[in-house]
């Protein structure tokens, strides 16, 4: 059974660029699945950030595309989010799925998600 | 890009009730919508994938349909679990988008 766990720092200071990388277990990561990256402001609804097939074919959220950089890491079974310049509207609950390539595009398993501060 | 709203926002009802949540896309999207379920602390788990479609482990209680721009989750009796907010997604190509979520309470 596919398992995905966020990991990185808590705390990002403004200007900074948030890091946070999900380690996926129990499943090839290099399948054909794509991989994808969620946020959530807390009290607030979800938004797609970005998706990476184990290829390294990417593609982003339009408003956020000029500060996101998604990459991928076969050997260690794992992919990576970095998102440059952040402000305090970045503070969010950072989650990582993987993503179903079906008729639509779904996201059949979710990592617990890791909470993301923007705060100097 | 094609906008979701999810109607209503927020909903009360009590355990038993048939409860029904809509999600409404700003132009045709055939059949290409998702629901989640996704309760306090938690990630979003996926319950319908297609509009249509029962992902393998959610209760038979859940449903979806709709094709075009008009979609609905039918939750057919309410159990205790299920309050939690409700969210449609859809994805065309290489742009996803979520709808704002419905809250569901116990009345």
């Known amino acids: 059974q596919v398992q995905l766990h966020e990991s990185g720092p808590g705390l990002v200071k403004p200007s900074e660029t948030l890091s946070l990388t999900c380690a996926v277990s129990?499943?090839?990561?290099?399948?054909?699945?794509?991989w994808g990256w969620i946020r959530q402001p807390p009290g607030k609804g979800l938004e797609w950030i970005g998706s990476?097939?184990?290829?390294?074919?990417?593609f982003y959220n339009a408003p956020l595309k000029s500060r996101v950089t998604i990459s991928v890491d076969t050997s260690k079974n794992q992919f990576s989010l970095k998102l440059s310049s952040v402000t305090a509207a970045d503070t969010a609950v950072y989650y990582c799925?993987?993503?179903?390539?079906?008729?639509?595009?779904?996201?059949?398993?979710w990592g617990q998600g890791t909470l993301v501060t923007v705060s100097s | 890009d094609v906008q979701m709203t999810q109607s209503p926002s927020s909903l009360s009802a009590s355990v038993g009730d048939r409860v029904t949540i809509t999600c409404r896309a700003s132009?045709?999207?055939?059949?290409?919508l998702n629901w989640y379920q996704q309760k306090p602390g938690k990630a979003p788990n996926l319950l319908i994938y297609?509009?249509?479609n029962l992902q393998s482990g959610v209760p038979s209680r859940f449903s979806g349909s709709g094709s075009g721009t008009d979609f609905t989750l039918t939750i057919s009796s309410l159990q205790p679990e299920d309050f939690a907010t409700y969210y449609c997604?859809?994805?065309?190509?290489?742009?996803?988008?979520f709808g704002q979520g419905t809250r569901l309470e116990i009345k």
């Open positions: 129990g499943h090839s990561i290099s399948s054909s699945y794509y």
């Open positions: 799925a993987r993503e179903r390539m079906t008729t639509v595009t779904s996201f059949d398993s």
């Open positions: 297609a509009a249509t």
């Open positions: 132009q045709s999207i055939t059949d290409y």
């Open positions: 997604q859809h994805s065309y190509r290489t742009s996803i988008t």
């Open positions: 990476i097939f184990h290829s390294g074919s990417a």
